[in-house]
């Protein structure tokens, strides 16, 4: 585990050692954050980037990736609507 002064002073090293041996940890406070790289990422993820920018979807792509609505009933219910007393009048 990297204290974070450790980690600013030999960041080259953090990173070839989050290329080469997996994730590091850097500790700050209490906190820790995990520094990985790009591959590990998409494999965690399963979102594959692409070039080193997020993947990005169409609006329509998106839509069509969601869940299937077949055999959902969308019809309206069309039984009469409830009376509610409002009191005054």
Do not use: C, Y
């Not at 990985?36 to 997020?54: K, M, Q, W």
Request: avoid cysteine; glycine fraction near 10%.
């Amino acid at each position: 585990m990297w204290q974070l002064t450790e980690a600013r002073k030999k960041f080259s090293e953090l990173f070839t050692r989050a290329m080469t041996e997996g994730p590091q940890r850097v500790r700050r406070r209490g906190e820790i954050v995990v520094v990985i790289s790009e591959a590990e990422f998409e494999r965690l993820s399963g979102h594959p980037s692409g070039e080193g920018t997020a993947a990005k979807m169409s609006l329509g792509e998106f839509l069509l990736s969601g869940p299937s609505f077949e055999g959902l009933d969308l019809s309206r219910d069309l039984s009469p609507m409830r009376d509610i007393d409002f009191g005054d009048e």
